[in-house]
């Protein structure tokens, strides 16, 4: 089985999803708070929903060079997920990130450090010139997220989502190369 592994710091790695990583997707993405936030995380999270994503992973990992989906790792143990949703034809230099961090290890600067590591390999290694993130409007964390690594606020997108019946808007963050 092909690996993959990137250094965010002396602790923290990015590295393939796991077919043991099972057990934490399900102690993890039971936490309403995270769907609350994302949008492709089902709720209530389900033994088969971690099933498919390790699944949709495995296949990437075959087919996908380079990986653009990542699991977030102290040692051996999984703490979240992040990637990339690379777009294509003449927006072929741009993508959207994604992430998200088990409840336990918020607050403690991993994700701004894992984002930095996400633009590092999005500019140097995927060829990307233009990153953007879309969150909601009401998630001042992930905003933190961005702004400690250099994304700028373009705009707010009105009712862009529609959640749980609810529109939402989202604002639109991006980070250029040259930034
Ligand atoms: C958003 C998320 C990834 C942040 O990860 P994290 O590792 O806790 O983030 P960091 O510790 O690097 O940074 C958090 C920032 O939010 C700030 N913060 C913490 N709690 C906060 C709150 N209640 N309100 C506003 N800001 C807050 C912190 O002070 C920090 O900012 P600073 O570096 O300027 O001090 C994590 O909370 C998460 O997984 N949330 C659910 C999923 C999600 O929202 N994903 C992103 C979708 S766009």
């Known amino acids: 089985m092909r690996t993959v592994s990137y250094a965010v710091n002396p602790e923290t790695s990015l590295t393939e ?5 099972k057990a934490t ?3 993890y993405l039971v ?6 936030f994302t949008l492709a995380i089902p709720h209530p999270y389900k033994e088969e929903d971690a099933e498919e994503w390790i699944r949709i992973n495995e ?7 380079p990986v653009t989906t990542f699991a977030i790792r102290r040692g051996e143990k999984l703490l979240g997920c992040c990637g990339f949703l690379p777009a294509g034809g003449p927006m072929k230099h741009t993508s959207e990130i994604g992430y998200w961090l088990g409840k336990p290890h918020w607050g403690q600067g ?3 450090q894992v984002v930095g590591k996400l633009c590092e390999i999005g500019f140097n290694d995927l060829g990307l010139f233009r990153i953007t993130a879309h969150i ?5 964390r992930s905003e933190r997220v961005l702004l400690n690594n250099r994304f700028r606020q373009e705009g707010v997108l009105r009712s862009h989502y529609l959640k749980d019946g609810a529109y939402r808007d ?3 963050f991006a980070r250029l190369k040259t930034d």
């Not at 296949?59 to 060079?65: A, G, I, K, Y």
């Not at 909601?136 to 001042?140: E, G, I, P, W, Y």
């Open 17 to 21: 999803i796991r077919r043991n990583d």
């Open 25 to 27: 997707f399900l102690e």
């Open 31 to 36: 936490e309403k708070e995270i769907y609350d």
């Open 59 to 65: 296949q990437r990992l075959e087919e996908e060079s």
């Open 110 to 112: 991993i994700m701004s």
């Open 136 to 140: 909601f409007s009401h998630n001042s």
């Open 170 to 172: 989202a604002k639109i």
